[in-house]
Structure formats: structure tokens, C-alpha cells
């Protein structure tokens, strides 16, 4: 089968999109079909890792749905997959109308679609929400038993409550392109403390200068650019300070308590998510509030790790 995934990513964009494209572009490579990435080349773009990680590339000249058609056509597609915010469903219907392939359409702020599939592998995600937002020959797979994790994680899972009781060491994690330039006032707070920590962002941040020159004589700061070893980093950190992205269902999976602070609309479920459960969360980033959180969830150590047990 040939598979196109229409995919962007950018310094506004984020990583997020790509990323989850990338596992589940894997998935599908592992049962011996052709996958296929159209992307556009957009500022501060992480299109090198789709060839990196073994796949075809094609650089699309715009979001048309006439270039769409005919590259689906030109590569002999049997399926396409899209994420992105910017396609609707009268953009998805017109797909349907000029190409007879199947439809899989990403979604996680439950709008519209028109599709043979939609997927969202946010661990909030509820099916219910979807009745009058598809088709009913739409197939609709939601919640984690579709979460889509790297590999690494699946090897690298923590299954056991630490013996310390004490935090040692924390993860900031707030996107591979940090969109709201939160890491260096995270990093203000957390240095008042005597962490170590370790901040993951990618070569698509717009602020990356900034944060070199932030952390280069901090001898308890590692800035980790572009890293795969992130499941690594999770398993030997105490806690995690992210966004309620993609990055909450890899936290949660990985039993690590953390503070998620949301950066933009479409984390609203997750976010809503996180305070149903009662982890640790804040609306938006404030220092004193953080440093609140940051305090609560040292006291409460073993409490907040044993929390985690959405996964089984």
C-alpha cells in the first residue's frame, strides 16, 4: 500500500504534528508499505528528520488542494493521512470527491472532519465527542489504546516507585520550538533550587541563542538540541515541567509526576484533562504560581508519582 502523510512543521508550527506523524509512519512502514511525507519548506521546518528516519520527501509548493491531488495521484496513493489545523472538512470532502483513497485525518481539538478515519491519540480523548463531528462510515480511534509513542519509550518505560522521596532531578520540556520563550523563565525558578535539569528544545527554537547564553556556565544545566534520547532523560528525572502536548501523554506513560503549563488553545483538553485528574497545572505560566506548584509537588512526592496510572 502507498501511504502520503500531509504534514508541516515550523518555529510556529511546532514539532508536535511531525512527530506523532513520524511513529505512526513507522507503524505502517513495519507491515511493508511505501510511506510517503508532503511537506512544505516553512521557516525553522524539521523536514530533515523524515529523512533521517529512512522516508521519502516531497516539498510541496503550497496547501492547494489541487497540489495535493496530484501528487496523491502522481505516487499512486492508497491512503492519506493529514495533520495539520489548516484543512477543514470542505477541504477534506473535495480530497474525498476528485481521489477514491481512504482518509485518516488527525485531530485533538474535536472539530469537523470528513474522513474515513480520524485519530486522536490524546490520552483525554473521549469518542462520545466525535457523534455529530463525522461521517458514519468514519471509523473513530481515540484515547491510549491509540497513543502513539517512539519506541524508545516502550524500552525505556519506568515500573517501579523510586526509594527516594527526595527531587534530585527535573526535566524542562516546553516544545522542540519553546513557541511562548517560557525555558528561561522556567530556568529562572528552578535554579533557585539546587536541581539538576535538564531542558530539551530543538534547532527549530527561535530562541535558541538565547538559552546557550542562559545556561553555558550553569554547571547543573544540560540543554539538550535535537536529542532522541528523551525517554532516557524521563526515566532518570524526578519530575518534568511541560506543556499538556504531546509531551503529557509521554510523561504519563512514563509514571513521571510533572507541573503541564498551557501555551496555547488546542492543549485545552489535554490541560482540562490533567486538572480532572488533579496534576499539577497552570492556566498559564506565573512564576509565584509555579514556585507554588513547585513546592507542593516536592512535599508530595510519592503521592503524585503513584498518580500515574493511566497506562496499564
Known amino acids: 500500500m502507498n501511504i502520503l502523510i500531509r504534514v508541516n512543521s515550523s518555529s510556529s508550527i511546532g ?3 511531525l512527530s506523532r506523524c513520524l511513529v505512526l509512519a513507522n507503524k505502517y512502514k513495519k507491515k511493508n508499505n511505501r510511506v510517503i511525507f508532503a511537506c512544505e519548506e516553512l521557516k525553522g521546518n524539521a523536514n530533515s528528520l523524515i529523512i533521517e528516519e529512512g522516508f521519502e520527501l516531497l516539498i510541496l509548493k503550497d496547501q492547494s488542494i489541487d497540489v495535493l491531488v496530484n501528487t496523491c495521484k502522481a505516487n499512486k496513493i492508497d491512503l492519506l493521512v493529514i495533520d495539520s489545523y489548516d484543512f477543514d472538512y470542505k477541504y477534506e470532502k473535495s480530497i474525498k470527491q476528485k481521489l477514491n483513497i481512504k482518509l485518516l485525518c488527525f485531530d485533538d481539538t474535536y472539530e469537523k472532519h470528513y474522513c474515513d478515519e480520524v485519530l486522536n491519540h490524546n490520552i483525554s480523548a473521549k469518542k462520545k465527542k466525535y457523534k455529530n463531528l463525522v461521517p458514519s462510515f468514519c471509523k473513530v ?8 509513542l517512539r519506541e524508545e519509550f516502550k524500552k525505556t518505560k519506568r515500573v517501579k516507585l523510586k526509594k527516594s522521596k527526595k527531587v534530585h532531578k527535573v526535566l524542562l520540556m516546553m516544545g522542540g520550538t519553546d513557541h511562548s520563550f517560557l525555558n ?3 530556568l529562572d525558578i528552578l535554579l533557585k533550587y539546587n536541581f539538576k535539569i535538564d531542558v530539551v528544545t530543538s534547532s527549530s ?4 541563542d538565547k538559552l546557550s547564553r542562559t545556561v553555558k556556565d550553569r554547571k547543573k544545566v544540560t ?8 525517554a532516557t532523560l524521563m526515566s532518570k528525572s524526578d519530575f518534568a515541567i511541560i506543556s499538556p502536548s504531546v509531551a503529557l501523554n509521554e510523561v504519563i506513560y512514563m509514571k513521571l509526576p510533572f507541573i503541564a503549563i498551557k501555551t496555547a488553545s488546542n492543549q485545552n483538553d489535554m490541560f482540562n484533562f490533567s486538572k480532572e485528574k488533579r496534576f499539577c497545572t ?3 505560566f506565573h512564576n509565584k504560581k509555579l514556585e507554588k506548584e513547585i513546592e507542593k509537588l516536592i512535599r508530595n512526592y510519592e503521592k503524585f508519582y503513584k498518580r500515574n496510572t493511566i497506562f496499564r
Do not use: E, M, P, Q
Not at 540543554?223 to 528523551?230: C, E, K, M
Open 184 to 186: 528561561i523563565k522556567i
Open 205 to 208: 527554537n527561535k530562541n535558541l
Open 223 to 230: 540543554l539538550h538540541i535535537n536529542t532522541a534520547r528523551v
Open 141 to 148: 480511534k481515540c484515547g491510549s489504546k491509540y497513543t502513539l
Open 282 to 284: 497552570l492556566k498559564k
Open 15 to 17: 514539532l508536535g504534528h
